[in-house]
């Protein structure tokens, strides 16, 4: 399988947005898939605008954002974006990422996760991520890779009547 870790372009919108959906859907199978999940199915135009919203804010140098393909298609995604535009907290970007089901398990989301770090010097100092602290396999990417757990929020995610602990996470860049 060849594998490109590249930077996200304008005409991957339609490749994101139909993987977001597939997620979606993995997650309504999977009570701990790990990704937060919207009250209802985001319509076609919000996903457009969300996608939109990335890429201004990626050349604006307020993101970055790094896409996986393999085997001709998208199959995973890692975005930073800066926390917030206040001064006290700009140094810190927030990392969201995804690998497509049948792609994880491959060290796609290593690389894909390396190469957004490595994006990121320069634009931020820290990042930080919220992960499921059921998402095992997701906590050891991370650590792996040196980010570090600052706390826990108990029950921080609501699934029906489970509730699911949130661990947060930072990796300091300098």
């Given at each position: 399988?060849?594998?490109?870790?590249?930077?996200?372009?304008?005409?991957?919108?339609d490749?994101l947005?139909?993987?977001?959906?597939?997620?979606?859907?993995?997650?309504?199978?999977?009570?701990?898939?790990?990704?937060?999940?919207?009250?209802?199915?985001?319509?076609?135009?919000?996903?457009?605008?969300?996608?939109?919203?990335?890429?201004?804010?990626?050349?604006?140098?307020?993101?970055?954002?790094y896409?996986a393909?393999?085997?001709g298609?998208?199959?995973?995604m890692?975005?930073?974006?800066?926390?917030?535009?206040?001064?006290?907290?700009s140094?810190?970007?927030?990392?969201?990422?995804?690998?497509?089901?049948?792609?994880?398990?491959?060290?796609?989301?290593?690389?894909?996760?390396?190469k957004?770090?490595?994006?990121?010097?320069?634009?931020?100092?820290?990042?930080?991520?919220?992960?499921?602290a059921?998402?095992t396999?997701?906590k050891?990417?991370?650590?792996?890779?040196?980010?570090?757990?600052?706390?826990?929020?108990p029950?921080?995610?609501?699934?029906?009547?489970?509730?699911i602990?949130?661990?947060?996470?930072?990796?300091r860049?300098?």
């Open positions: 399988m060849n594998v490109v870790i590249r930077e996200l372009r304008w005409d991957d919108a490749a947005i139909s993987n977001y959906y597939s997620l979606l859907d993995e997650a309504k199978e999977d009570p701990l898939f790990g990704i937060t999940q919207p009250p209802q199915r985001p319509d076609l135009p919000s996903e457009y605008r969300w996608f939109s919203e990335l890429y201004a804010a990626v050349l604006r140098w307020d993101a970055v954002a896409v393909e393999a085997d298609r998208v199959v995973g890692a975005e930073v974006r800066r926390r917030a535009t206040r001064v006290e907290f140094h810190i970007g927030v990392l969201g990422m995804y690998v497509v089901k049948g792609y994880r398990g491959k060290g796609i989301g290593k690389a894909l996760l390396r957004t770090i490595e994006g990121c010097r320069g634009k931020f100092e820290i990042i930080v991520l919220e992960v499921l059921t998402n396999v997701a050891r990417l991370y650590q792996g890779m040196g980010f570090r757990t600052y706390g826990v929020l029950g921080g995610v609501k699934r029906a009547d489970r509730y602990d949130v661990e947060l996470m930072y990796l860049l300098v």
